[in-house]
């Protein structure tokens, strides 16, 4: 097997305001690996949070690659890989997420089989997903409501955690009010005081909000299992859980945790996962980064095992390199196509080939 890897741009329609930073464009390293004239492809994208920047995961993928070199076929590396044997300890999730997509891609295409068939699921998972809004003006945040509900979106997710608590308020006001029928979550990202969301939390509530992502900073999720107990609305731990030992301590005690593969290593992981939660009384939220189709689709052929699908990173991106999963009506969908159904546009169709 040979492994290449590139470094690409990738820019947002708008900066994306959220309570700790505000981005406007992150950089993607795709990784492919070819075996026997197939190839199969895998992406990173760099976090200041998650602390990776393109240099750190290009020389992470050409480490990665050196590996896969000494394994026959990309089904071995496969299983590798899952058993630790491949990358060590020290690897971060994303890297390990990436390089299992490029796998499983692979393996995928090499046995005519999309993902999610290769996962146990016989139909393709099509599930309806979270759209964002960033912090934004009252009048911006509305106009964007009313949009993505007229597009076909059933669900928005709104970000909190400005100063004022009651910006935040307003802003999930207008909102609802303009989109009545929509499913609203909220995520402060972590902004708040134990305090503050004691005292939100009702009034979010009030406003008809689904659920709350990670109200307070992480750090201590004994106080994120009492609020989960003590509030009128769902708690889903999200920079509270990143691996299967975070979830462990949570399970039952929150009513979901947020999975994005990123986070926790990717598709085998985000399953060890759901099977832990499953009965617990915790549901599973499948989340993503800013990220372009390829980043997501590993996610997407999970999307029928979780209660919230927030799949919505390449519909952020002014312009994305790839497609195979949808998301403009609403609704992402895993392609029926071998191994993650995801191509290049052809108008960028130079960038991988």
Not at 65 to 73: H, I, K, S
Not at 188 to 211: C, I, K, S
Not at 228 to 246: F, Q, Y
Request: aromatic share 4%.
């Amino acid at each position: 097997m040979k492994a290449s890897r590139r470094t690409v741009r990738l820019d947002l329609t708008e900066p994306l305001r959220i309570s700790r930073s505000t981005m406007s464009a992150r950089e993607a390293v795709w990784l492919t690996i070819e075996h026997e004239g197939v190839t199969g492809h895998g992406e990173a994208v760099t976090s200041l949070y998650y602390r990776l920047d393109a240099e750190t995961l290009e020389g992470l993928f050409a480490a990665a690659g050196t590996e896969l070199a000494r394994f026959p076929d990309p089904e071995n590396a496969l299983e590798a890989l899952r058993a630790k044997e491949v990358g060590g300890d020290g690897i971060p999730p994303a890297v390990t997420a990436a390089v299992e997509a490029a796998l499983l891609d692979l393996v995928g295409k090499r046995a005519g089989s999309p993902v999610h068939r290769l996962l146990g699921a016989a139909e393709p998972p099509v599930a309806a997903t979270a759209r964002t809004i960033g912090i934004t003006s009252l009048a911006h945040a509305s106009a964007q409501a009313r949009c993505l509900a007229a597009s076909g979106f059933e669900v928005i997710k709104v970000k909190a955690g400005l100063p004022d608590p009651e910006d935040d308020v307003e802003r999930v006001r207008v909102v609802r009010d303009a989109a009545p029928r929509a499913r609203v979550l909220l995520d402060p990202n972590g902004a708040w005081t134990t305090a503050q969301a004691e005292a939100l939390l009702p009034r979010f509530a009030d406003l008809g909000v689904e659920a709350v992502e990670q109200p307070f900073a992480p750090g201590d999720p004994e106080a994120l299992g009492a609020l989960a107990e003590r509030s009128p609305l769902p708690v889903i731990a999200d920079e509270d859980a990143v691996n299967l030992e975070d979830v462990r301590r949570l399970a039952g005690r929150v009513q979901g945790v947020n999975v994005k593969l990123a986070k926790c290593g990717g598709v085998h992981a985000a399953l060890r996962i759901a099977e832990l939660i499953d009965g617990s009384g915790t549901e599973l939220m499948l989340g993503c980064l800013t990220a372009s189709s390829l980043g997501l689709a590993p996610a997407v052929h999970l999307a029928d095992r979780a209660r919230w699908a927030d799949l919505d990173g390449h519909l952020l991106l002014a312009h994305d390199p790839w497609t195979g999963i949808g998301g403009e009506d609403g609704y992402v969908r895993a392609s029926a196509l071998p191994g993650l159904g995801i191509e290049p546009r052809e108008v960028r169709r130079e960038d991988v080939a």
